[in-house]
């Protein structure tokens, strides 16, 4: 199914379920008094549900299981479920781990956003989702198959409108592969293309294949280029099937990526076990952040019951090396995947009104969504703040922004007027 299609399967009842984003209710009501507290009490459960996928960025839930971090909280209980695919993630999501489903997970950071306001939820009714933390930075990329080697895509692509018509040209229609529909994988292919002068709606078909699966569906030459986390863009050149274009920190230095995501009415009715699922999380992003523990971390995330790839697969780009499959080969520390250094565990709120900005652009929400309230209703950036208090980490930045952001081809955001954002892109498909 093309996102396109997806899209329009979508629209059904969103403005009456962004409506009921804002009725769920105040941090007060959900947790009772004092949610920040200095030290959490005795968890009302020792036992939760957890979702991941098969990616490196998984590695906080990993670690906080393999380490013993969760045990160390009393979470003695927590159950890592591996997901096939995001619409998986989604459908356990909604199903509540009392159900059979999932209580939390690792998850894109759009989706607690779609599917509190019951955009990709199967009943399209809201399922309130609260994000925690972020889990990383950076670590993700966007690659292309051999055929297009000669036109060597990076991230600023003058050649890209051009093959782009040569492949349509010959009636089998560009592809490009993602991960979910409004997830971030969808918008860092959607945001490449449109500033290199390709219309995805137009000129593409944004076809949705889940991460294990990219580099089998390249093989098969089911599409052209695909966006994805690791370690499948490494799999993919080592086993010499295409090439790295760009890495997704050369489009957004630094940018968010996967979050750590509750049902909010697991939260409220677990509020001392929710801190400290929260505060092992961020103990094991500090753990994995340190290159001691990288080869650790790599052979950890390798196990077939994890990511299921080989630590040749995973090493390289923990560690900042990225092969482009092209000859080069660059050591970029900067742009690697990070999961505590530059505050990449904080759910920044200016980072969040992006991620909704964004799936208003191409449709996914309507473009009536009261951004500010449906941010500050999911992301709960004041328990992190708890949680880190409780770690002995300090509070945090001092604020819920980290500023004005800016992307490779100069577009500037600044989340205090998203309207002005949205006016300024030529490329937009709103609804």
């Not at 295409?242 to 997704?248: D, I, M, R």
């Amino acid at each position: 199914m093309t996102l396109f299609t997806r899209r329009q399967a979508l629209r059904t009842g969103l403005a009456a379920a962004t409506g009921a984003v804002v009725q769920f209710g105040s941090l007060a009501t959900l947790l009772g008094a004092g949610p920040a507290q200095a030290a959490p009490g005795k968890p009302e459960t020792t036992s939760v549900e957890l979702g991941f996928i098969a990616l490196t960025d998984a590695a906080p839930l990993i670690i906080a299981k393999e380490k013993g971090f969760f045990v160390k909280q009393g979470m003695t209980g927590v159950d890592l479920k591996k997901q096939t695919s995001w619409a998986v993630t989604r459908d356990n999501l909604e199903l509540g781990g009392a159900r059979g489903g999932i209580d939390g997970a690792h998850i894109l950071s759009p989706m607690p956003y779609l599917l509190t306001t019951g955009a990709i939820s199967k009943s399209r009714q809201p399922v309130p989702m609260f994000i925690l933390a972020r889990l990383n930075l950076n670590g993700q990329a966007i690659s292309a198959s051999n055929e297009f080697l000669k036109d060597k895509f990076s991230v600023t692509a003058p050649g890209l409108a051009k093959a782009v018509d040569r492949k349509n040209a010959t009636g089998d229609k560009f592809k490009a592969a993602v991960t979910f529909p409004g997830g971030t994988h969808d918008l860092w292919m959607r945001y490449w293309l449109s500033a290199n002068g390709v219309d995805p709606n137009k000129k593409a078909d944004l076809v949705v294949i889940p991460p294990p699966q990219m580099v089998a569906n390249m093989q098969s030459g089911t599409m052209d280029i695909f966006c994805v986390g690791e370690p499948w863009n490494e799999r993919l050149v080592n086993k010499k099937l295409g090439y790295t274009a760009l890495v997704t920190g050369q489009l957004w230095k630094n940018h968010p990526e996967k979050a750590f995501a509750m049902r909010a009415d697991w939260v409220k009715k677990n509020p001392n076990a929710t801190l400290r699922l929260l505060m092992a999380v961020q103990q094991a992003q500090k753990w994995a952040d340190n290159p001691a523990n990288t080869n650790e971390l790599a052979k950890i995330l390798s196990e077939d019951k994890y990511v299921k790839a080989s630590v040749d697969d995973l090493l390289p780009r923990l560690q900042g090396t990225i092969d482009f499959g092209t000859g080069k080969v660059a050591n970029l520390p900067a742009l690697k995947m990070k999961f505590w250094a530059d505050n990449a565990s904080f759910p920044y709120k200016s980072h969040d009104t992006w991620f909704v900005t964004e799936d208003i652009r191409w449709g996914y929400l309507p473009k009536g969504t009261n951004i500010k309230s449906l941010v500050n209703q999911v992301n709960r950036s004041d328990l992190w703040r708890a949680a880190a208090k409780a770690n002995g980490y300090g509070a945090g930045p001092a604020g819920d922004t980290r500023g004005l952001e800016v992307f490779f081809d100069g577009t500037k955001f600044d989340s205090n007027n998203p309207q002005a954002y949205l006016n300024g892109l030529k490329i937009k498909a709103l609804k």
